[in-house]
């Protein structure tokens, strides 16, 4: 509640002009937007693009924002676009990054479970940790955008069903739905890949 | 109750977002719903799926330090625009009183500037005069040239006898280092090579004496054998032989006796 607060009182001087309220906002924003377009884009170059896009379309709007208490589902708003409007795009012209194509140079000299990040506890669990987020990656490519969107705002941002509703231009009810069905989309997925609960508990 | 209202009440239970009667009323149902009941465990194992994927650590670039952004449209900026537009005006003002830059038309109606005074530059040669200059000039660079190839070909002359002597001399070196070392090569693979057919005789010969003293003694029992045979044979004759008279002798007997 506070921490909200704090937000608030940040997006009024914001909107006064406060560039340093603005840099503030940035930092305290910055990874839960990336990693929203992270795991939208599965992607680290995308993703830190739409996110660059998204905060320099807040710098730009911030002053059109009436409610500050809804800056939020605001920002949560641009991105959504950003990535959307960026899907539109790469659909429209197909590209293959060098990247993609090649391993990168940390890669190839070293295994996934010695730079992936956090460190656990040890080499195997690591490994199979980085797995399972390739696996969790590639199915969620596979969903509808729409599915996707949500899943991502609920199930990662931690957003409520109003606000995710706010953000989509959708009822609440058409977010429940769209969840339930990407879970059920997402359940025969993992399944496809092998990847049950009961093989996760094995592993951990 | 409809397929949709379930599911929705389903997230809402997930998510905890439930008002505590709902909640209440739901939990009952899922007692006596079992599928309903399995539903939800199913979402619950999906959520604790996708829960295993944790967050990237992220932290903005140093560049969202915003900048301050100017007012452009504010009335100080604007005198700040024209103060800064007079200076600079007045700075070449100075600039070009101090180097007499000059800006004129003369009497052909030309535009001129200048650092300093004008000159008049113009001076009339006909086109004869421009031909003898340019031939003279033409004349004088084929001279250069020329003196400039015969120094050149005088110094590749001299670079190329020496050259040639030390080419020759490096080749001389090289043969007789050559000649040397194969003399020498020579030398080493004819005293080895004899040593080596020294020692092949000596085997030779020991390996063929071994073999005539073997051959020899094969011969001998052989004869031997043969002499052996011949003793035995003779035995068994004269045991024929005698045989033979006997039953000459009985036979001579008995006719005698009839």
Known sequence: ????????????????????????????????????????????DLAAEATQNTFIAMHGHIGSLKDCGKFKSWLYTIVANHCRQESRNRKKSKWLSFDTLLPKKEESESPAWEISKPAYLNPESS??????????????????VDQREVLIMKEYEGLKFREIAEILKVSENTVKSRLYYAFTHMRKLLEQENITQKNIRYED | MKTEEWQAKLMDYLYDEMAPHEKLAFEQELKENSALKEELRLLENDQSTLSKWEDEPASAPPFFQVYQKSESKNKANGLKWFMAVAASIILLMVAA??????????????????????ENTATEINASQVEDLISKSLASYDEKMEEERALERQDLKNQ????????????????????????QLMQVYWTENTKQQQVYMQNL??????????????????????????????????????????????????????
């Open chain 2, 160 to 183: 190329l006898i020496a050259s040639q002597d030390n080419q020759k001399q490096l080749v001389n070196n090289y043969v007789k280092a050559l000649e040397d070392k194969h003399a």
């Open chain 2, 97 to 118: 009183r101090l180097t007499e830059f000059n800006v004129n038309y003369n009497a052909d109606g030309k535009f001129q500037l200048a650092f300093g005074h004008f």
């Open chain 1, 1 to 44: 509640m506070q921490a909200e607060a704090s937000v608030n009182n940040l997006v009024q001087e914001a909107q006064g002009g406060n560039n340093d309220a603005v840099g503030q906002l940035v930092q305290i924003w910055y990874p839960r937007i990336y990693n929203y377009a992270l795991k939208y884009f599965s992607d680290a």
């Open chain 2, 205 to 258: 010969l020991t390996d063929f004496a071994g073999y005539m003293e073997e051959q020899r003694s094969e011969d001998l029992n052989y004869i031997i054998a043969k002499l052996e045979l011949m003793e035995t044979d003779k035995e068994l004759f004269k045991l024929e032989t005698g045989e033979i008279i006997n039953s000459l002798a009985n036979n001579t007997e008995n006719s005698r006796a009839y």
């Open chain 1, 127 to 144: 490994f199979l940790q980085s797995e399972l987020k390739k696996t969790l990656q590639k199915c969620l490519q596979q969903l509808s």
